[in-house]
Each structure stands twice: as C-alpha cells, then as structure tokens.
C-alpha cells in the first residue's frame, strides 16, 4: 500500500483561530477521495529554519494566522515550495506571503514588505484594505483557464473571509505582467487570487476556502490542492 501523502500546514497553531478547526476537516474530507491516507502536519514559522524542514513533505499549504512569529519562516517554506514546484495553497496570510515570497524572490524587491509588520519600511506590496474583508463573505469571479476556475467548476462562487489586508494596487501591474496571473477578481475588480505562472500547483487565495468544512462541505480549492499532490 502507498504511504500516505504528506501535507506540511505552514503556521502558527492556534485553536482559536476558526480556519485551523476548519482545515483538518477540509483535509479529511478531501483524502476521504484518496486511494492512500493522507497525513498533515504543523509547523510552526519559528521552526522553520530552511528548506530541510520541509524534506519529504507532497505539498505545502501556508494558512492563516498572520503575523506569524516568524516571518522568515514562512516565507522558506513557500520558496522551498515555489522551487521544488510542490503543490501549494496560500489561504489568507498565506496569500500575502506568498505574494511577499515572489516579490522578493522573484522580482528581485528585496525590501518588498507586509504593511502589517514593517512599520512604514520598504514597498508595501500587501496592505491594509480600505474595506477590510473580517468575517465578510463575496461573489466572486473566476479567471476562466485558471486552475482555481477548473477546481470550482463555475464562472462565480461565493467565499468568506476573515482579512483586513491585501495586495497593494501600486504593484498589481508588475507582479501579474510578470510571475502571477489572476485567478479571481472580487465584485469591484479587485484581485482575490493569483497562481503562479509555469508551476504544476501554486494558488493563493485572499479568501478561506476551507471554512466550507464546517459546514461538512469538501472545499473544491482543497480537493484540488491534495489531487495535485496526489498526482506529483
């Protein structure tokens, strides 16, 4: 029998915290489709000193919970991710790292940084929306092609959120004519999501797919993310 996937949850565990309840149960809902077991697993930022800590892991998933307690962290666990092309989900802070992970990493923006944390330093290529999206939920639009549009299936869905920053609209043009493409655009244009361009899985989400698990529902996005580990 083949041993079980792996799926490294990169964040700062709290129980508190509604998308950490709601993600082990998007998980079991989604290997319950698997011929082999899946097996997740926390690690917290402080933890994570280099790409070593992510050895023999399918698939990475960056959650919410941001700040993390260690920003660094994080971000070498979606390089480590983004290089190795394993199969990635960004959900919520995880979107915004990831964003700050290819601006950096990619674009060569060593100073590209989150408004949250930096105190008013570098380019803010996340930052505070003017209407934050706490507990709030949207109609949104799919790219059609991308990969999130062939997971849900549909042109529009609806999500939820639990958000107060974003990407920044100064650096949407550079970071989508270069690595990124939109993957979904909120009600008045604004972008929801992004893949990376030429990775086998990379999708970050300003939304929280996963809070769909309880309500016992399998998030499409999450269904997605353990086939292409599957797959890999």
């Not at 998980?27 to 050895?55: F, H, K, N, Q, V």
């Not at 570098?122 to 505070?128: A, S």
């Amino acid at each position: 029998m083949a041993a079980p996937l792996r799926i490294a949850l990169v964040g700062d565990h709290d129980p508190a915290i509604t998308a950490h309840r709601a993600i082990p149960l998007a998980l079991d809902l989604a290997a319950s489709r698997l011929p082999r077991g899946l097996r997740a697993e926390w690690l917290a930022t402080d933890a994570i000193d280099g790409a070593a800590r992510l050895d023999g892991f399918d698939a990475v998933w960056c959650v919410p919970g941001s700040p993390y307690r260690r920003m660094d962290g994080a971000l070498a666990a979606i390089r480590h991710a983004r290089e190795a092309s394993l199969p990635f989900l960004g959900t919520c802070g995880g979107f915004q790292h990831a964003v700050i992970e290819v601006a950096r990493d990619v674009l060569g923006w060593a100073d590209a940084e989150h408004e949250e944390t930096s105190g008013g330093a570098g380019q803010p290529v996340i930052h505070q929306l003017e209407c934050g999206l706490v507990e709030a939920s949207e109609t949104l639009d799919a790219v059609p092609g991308s990969r999130l549009a062939k997971a849900y299936g549909a042109a529009r869905f609806d999500e939820s959120y639990r958000c107060r920053f974003g990407l920044n609209p100064a650096y949407r043009q550079a970071l989508v004519d270069g690595p990124f493409a939109i993957a979904a655009l909120g009600p008045l244009g604004d972008v929801r999501a992004l893949e990376l361009r030429g990775h086998p899985f990379f999708v970050c989400t300003l939304f929280q797919p996963e809070r769909a698990a309880l309500a016992g529902r399998l998030p499409p996005l999450v269904a997605a993310f353990v086939a292409a580990a599957g797959e890999r």
